[in-house]
């Protein structure tokens, strides 16, 4: 007779897992600010600035399953052969063991048919932080404080770190929750991971670290809440905040520039579309935010001033 405790359990994953309460501030926006900032992001040149302009989205490709309400959409901006810039890659990110992630040949392939391989991870991941950075996959293994890097063509897991003090599991996500306290990032500059601790008392911390070691190469402790921002990112060198993952016309509100170690109020009008932001990352290459909206895997075109 079959020992009915060896049966798998089948347990419901329900859509309001660690989802906070979507808040329905709604930002006036001028549309004569993004009038006056139009002009195409450029392509011609490679330099740095301030973000200055934030277009329309552009949807790439849309999750079928429930599992892909949120999840997280990469390019590797210096990739390693045999994967090039336009290998794309995909973590679909409800659930409590999310180990799969689907590599596939170019972005337009997101939206439909099949990837061209599936990476299972050794260890599950959480959230939607991680990032494709020089051949490796950063992400932030399940209910730790701790960083690691899969190497995508090894497959295995060659670099693992804890980041001291780090808050984890819900302890200072960003406004829409989902575990959302280590979030890793890519800019001009290289890896980044923003997070916040006890002694920031729940400000957004920022640490550069070694994509080889993943050790910590320099810190900056913000003014700016980490639970007061629905999401953010970093463009040569400075850390960018979304006012809010729901609201269809949000802003980009806060800028904290590292080299100046100061904070600025901002109020670029910032469009999400879906009604739901659960993963914004940029990406230096194409410079262009990628970002995961309801489903909806979309890019947004960016501009920056150039001193």
Partial sequence: VPDPAAAPRWEPQPLTYQELQSQRTEVPVSRLLEEAALGRPGSEDSGCGELVWVGEPVVLGRADSI?????????????????????????????????QLFQYEEAEQLGRGYPAKVHILPRPL?????????????FQPRHSRSVARYDLRGET????????????HGQYPYSWGGYTDIDLAVDEMGLWVIYSTESARGAIVLSKLDPETLEIRRTWETNIRKRGVAN??????????????????ATINFAYDTTTDTSRALSIPFENRFRYLSMLDYNPAERRLFAWDSFNMVTYPVRLSHA
Avoid: H, Q
């Avoid at 949120?70 to 409800?94: I, L, N, S």
């Avoid at 959480?126 to 950063?138: D, H, K, M, P, Q």
């Avoid at 897991?157 to 984890?168: D, F, K, L, N, S």
């Fill in 67 to 99: 599992a892909g309400k949120y999840g997280v959409w990469m390019k590797d901006p210096e990739p390693v052969p045999p994967f090039t810039r336009d290998t794309t890659w995909r973590v679909d990110a409800v659930g409590t063991e999310v180990r």
């Fill in 157 to 168: 897991v060659t670099a693992e770190r804890e980041i001291p003090g780090a808050g984890y």
């Fill in 126 to 138: 959480e959230s939607t932080g991680a990032v494709i950075y020089r051949g490796g996959l950063f």
């Fill in 232 to 249: 953010s990112f970093v463009i040569c060198g400075t850390l960018y905040t979304v006012s809010s993952y729901s609201a269809p016309n």
